[in-house]
T-cell receptor, first 114, second 115 residues
């Protein structure tokens, strides 16, 4: 079992719809969770971080964390063609002592059609 | 600089050649990471520095890989006797320290092609 699992997709949604991206992780002690967006040929770009159970909203993006279920998701409202990219879920499996080792999933490719 | 800077952006090496990849982190960031990303995969952890101390090198795939950060700022990832399986994008990331500074920011990466 991989430490961080994501469906590779592609996930196809029409413009204006809500895109829902999901991620599960195996280390129950994980403390920090991140979503990165990666356009083809580019480096990962941090878009959301979440540290406690519940929802965290930032513009059109909402991250959801459920530590009991070891599940983190990213919702993108009013999806735009420019949102088409690979979305990487990353988990810090260590207690936050100032040390961080992000473990990434393989990413979910999102396609937003006009 | 404003962001993490990596050089070169692209490197073509003949099999058996040694290469050195440079990373200049965000000013003031104490944590620095190297990742390897193969095509269609997520980044895989290679090694981690806190200031000049290499605290974790468990992801380095072989003893041909070596990383250093002698003054706690710029880091170099060196690959000796490159092999075709070393072809990948090598990403460097940096972050601050502490609860509010665990977010890591990536450079543009170095695409290494071994021929």
């Amino acid at each position: 079992q991989k430490e961080v699992e994501q469906n590779s997709g592609p996930l196809s949604v029409p413009e204006g719809a809500i895109a829902s991206l999901n991620c599960t992780y195996s280390d129950r002690g994980s403390q920090s969770f991140f979503w990165y967006r990666q356009y083809s040929g580019k480096s990962p770009e941090l878009i959301m971080s979440i540290y406690s159970n519940g929802d965290k909203e930032d513009g059109r993006f909402t991250a959801q964390l459920n530590k009991a279920s070891q599940y983190v998701s990213l919702l993108i409202r009013d999806s735009q063609p420019s949102d088409s990219a690979t979305y990487l879920c990353a988990v810090n499996p260590f207690m936050n002592t100032g040390f961080q080792k992000l473990v990434f999933g393989t990413g979910t490719r999102l396609l937003v059609s006009p | 600089g404003a962001g993490v800077s990596q050089s070169p952006r692209y490197k073509v090496a003949k099999r058996g050649q040694d290469v050195a990849l440079r990373c200049d982190p965000i000013s003031g960031h104490v944590s620095l990471f190297w990742y390897q990303q193969a095509l269609g995969q997520g980044p895989e952890f290679l090694t981690y520095f806190q200031n000049e101390a290499q605290l974790d090198k468990s992801g380095l795939p072989s003893d041909r890989f070596f990383a250093e950060r002698p003054e706690g700022s710029v880091s170099t990832l060196k690959i000796q006797r490159t092999q075709q399986e070393d072809s990948a994008v090598y990403l460097c990331a940096s972050s601050g320290q502490g609860v509010g500074n665990t977010e890591a920011f990536f450079g543009q990466g170095t695409r290494l092609t071994v021929v």
